[in-house]
């Protein structure tokens, strides 16, 4: 079997972030078939593990400390593969590939981001600065940054034509559509390269309480990308209908004074923000899952969400959400960002019980593909064919 190192920003530490925790169950799940597996790392979580390698060098990360550390560590412990997991920062990327020249190893860089974001970043920019202007102003406005938006969008592909794929034996995305934008940036000669593996989620243990409550449930980080401000004016007409229901917001961020600002400014009742906590618990006795971000790499809080029987709903406003939403199924994918049929959605799950347990039903069929058994399958064929 081949011995593995997988490289991210930070320790690959269950719980800690997305990334994080998916190469974690990526490790775990590859030990389980079979294979020795390292995880190298700059910023640690949790104490190391004999498996835990931290780079001494934090700024620069590709810095000559970092290489040694590295390439004693691809000696010492004999690594054929190397996966760089999800940074958008080129520096962790260089490392890897400096690192695969010194030594005979194959490297898989796995992008956990969007790369068309500056597409859907321009859009939530744009519908901020626009609703800051007077509306007679506003068609003049939005024609410069349709003439902006193309900017963007070429810093974005510069910043992928940058990297040397040459040195990249497979570049991994979360999306058919990621895979298929940038298979059209390189040449055709690298199209094989491209592949496509889903995030994994454990399916074990994760049966809901006997009696779920009336929560509609919000989990992640408090960022202007996730949103929340659109939640809380969705819930202050939800609330109105429905005073026996709750809104619980799980997660912390830069962002999360300004959103309870929102909360207390607009006077909601029944709001709980409950800080940075373990989900599960949460996810266990809430009904409702919702999101209302701009743009999101995966939506991975929908699936971890559906497994506990809750039912998603989210603005169609990310490739992958239809991966995870399949709209009347198992969930409720929203036009971006129409705010009333959101509040209709929501009244239709809240008020439509028996419909509302058919979509939770369908959800814990619909999450299996995703399950970590089945996506480290994918990868194993990737590592060997390699």
């Known amino acids: ?68 550390t590295f390439i004693n560590a691809i000696e010492k412990y004999e690594i054929d593969i ?12 260089e490392l890897c590939i400096e690192a695969k020249k010194a030594s005979k190893c ?51 592909i510069k910043f992928f034509k940058d990297i040397e794929i040459e040195e990249i034996d497979a570049f991994v995305t979360l999306n058919k559509e990621f895979t298929t934008f940038l298979q059209k940036i390189y040449p055709s000669k690298f199209k094989e390269r491209f592949h496509t593996i889903s995030n994994p989620i454990v399916l074990d243990n994760c049966e809901p309480t006997s009696k779920k409550e009336n929560i509609i449930l919000f989990v992640g980080r408090l960022t202007y990308q996730k949103r929340l401000d659109r939640l809380l004016y969705i819930w202050e007409e939800v609330y109105n209908i429905f005073k026996n229901w709750k809104l619980v917001i799980v997660g912390d961020g830069e962002y999360a004074n300004e959103y309870q600002r929102i909360a207390e400014k607009s006077q909601l009742r029944n709001v709980e923000f409950v800080g940075q906590k373990e989900s599960d618990e949460y996810f266990k006795r809430s009904k409702i899952i919702c999101m209302t971000s701009s743009h999101e790499s995966f939506g991975m809080v929908l699936i971890e969400g559906q497994k506990y029987g809750c039912v998603p709903i989210a603005y169609n406003s990310f490739e992958s959400a239809t991966d995870v939403i399949s709209h009347g199924h198992n969930g409720l994918l929203i036009t971006p960002f129409n705010k009333r049929e959101y509040i209709d959605g929501i009244i239709a799950l809240i008020t439509d019980e028996h419909r509302r347990d058919m979509l939770a039903s369908n959800g814990k069929s619909f999450i299996k593909k995703f399950d970590a058994n089945v996506v480290v399958k994918r990868w194993i064929y990737l590592i060997e064919t390699l």
């Open 82 to 93: 190397i996966i760089s997991q999800g940074a958008p920062f080129k520096g962790l990327l």
């Open 1 to 68: 079997m081949k011995n593995i190192c997988i490289v991210s920003e930070c320790q690959q530490v269950l719980g800690v972030g997305g990334t994080e925790t998916v190469s974690y169950l990526l490790k775990k799940e590859l030990i389980k078939n079979g294979y020795k597996v390292w995880s190298m790392f700059f910023i640690p979580k949790a104490p190391k593990t004999e498996t835990d390698i931290e780079f001494p060098e934090k700024q620069v990360l590709c810095s000559n400390e970092n290489k040694r």
């Open 106 to 156: 194959k490297l898989i860089y796995c992008y956990h981001f969007n790369p068309l974001k500056a597409n859907r970043e321009f859009n939530d920019y744009k519908e901020r600065y626009l609703s800051n202007h007077s509306f007679i102003l506003r068609p003049i406005y939005s024609l410069y940054f349709e003439i902006r938006r193309h900017t963007f969008i070429k810093q974005d």
